[in-house]
């Protein structure tokens, strides 16, 4: 059967054929009239199923770029597409979910070139900004009633170092929340000091160049915790970031003659970075 037999059936059925579609079926071989024919027997879907599914169309691919980006399109690239529609619906996504989840895509839409995703961004960095600080504070008033209360004290410096990932802070007030938290991490009674806390402790020590004072937090945790393969670690990364290239043998040389629990992962780790020091 021709193509173009087909047309004028099409057309009592109320499904016309486009130019393009003439021609594809035609470029078809064998099997373009067989093609054109099941097209033009189809029934045309009605108005409120053609609505239905353009809505459905539309809502899906919101919600996957604004809920579940993590499976398709990653938030920063949708952040880039253009339409503006689409952006201010993703960041009314965000903000109506925990903004303090997103800080760092946030951050990263504070610059975007439309001014409305832009306005929003920066409003919502600042509103958390402002609750954090509210809560640091509501926190401090707490202490200053019961200062001998070491789990609001711990619970407030659990508070301080997300404040400080957050990227909220920069230059002198990020220094000055660092060595804040510093003084409460030494204000921990050394038999309720966690390793969480004393790791925490010691990135913030050396983050702070206070070589010295990591390396004896990290010492008093391998006596505290003599079997635990994060106590090794710890020091590990501490010679790592000093370059103590001769502690690092004298560790290894002590991790020799000791009992540790080690994971796969864990004496991988280790094994690496003692392979590298003894090769150097």
């Known amino acids: 059967m021709s193509i173009l037999a087909v047309m004028p059936l099409?057309?009592?059925?109320?499904?016309?054929?486009?130019?393009?579609?003439?021609?594809?079926?035609?470029?078809?071989?064998?099997?373009?009239?067989?093609?054109?024919?099941?097209?033009?027997?189809?029934?045309?879907?009605?108005?409120?199923?053609?609505?239905?599914?353009?809505?459905?169309?539309k809502q899906e691919g919101i919600m996957t770029m604004a809920l579940g980006a993590e499976k398709s399109v990653p938030l920063e690239e949708a952040l880039m597409i253009n339409s503006p529609r689409v952006r201010r619906e993703l960041m009314l996504s965000m903000l109506r979910s925990d903004p303090r989840k997103h800080l760092d895509l946030l951050a990263f839409a504070r610059f975007n070139m439309d001014p409305e995703t832009a306005h929003y961004a920066t409003a919502t960095l600042t509103e958390v900004q402002r609750q954090i600080q509210l809560e640091m504070q509501k926190m401090q008033a707490d202490l200053s009633k019961d200062p001998d209360n070491t789990s609001i004290r711990i619970s407030y410096i659990q508070l301080m170092d997300a404040y400080i990932k957050s990227g909220l802070l920069e230059g002198h007030l990020l220094d000055r929340q660092r060595l804040e938290l510093k003084t409460y991490l030494d204000s921990i009674p050394q038999e309720v000091m966690t390793q969480e806390l004393a790791s925490l402790k010691i990135r913030n020590l050396l983050t702070l160049q206070h070589a010295a004072e990591a390396r004896a937090c990290g010492m008093n945790m391998l006596d505290r915790w003599p079997r635990d393969e994060k106590s090794w670690l710890e020091m590990i990364g501490i010679y790592v970031e000093t370059h103590d290239e001769k502690g690092m043998l004298e560790l290894k040389d002590l991790a020799g003659k000791s009992i540790v629990d080690w994971s796969a992962s864990g004496r991988e780790r280790a094994q690496y970075f003692w392979g590298a020091v003894s090769r150097s």
């Open 10 to 57: 099409a057309a009592a059925r109320g499904r016309r054929l486009s130019a393009a579609q003439v021609l594809f079926f035609m470029l078809l071989p064998v099997f373009g009239a067989a093609a054109a024919v099941i097209f033009a027997l189809a029934k045309e879907p009605s108005e409120e199923q053609r609505s239905h599914l353009m809505r459905a169309e």
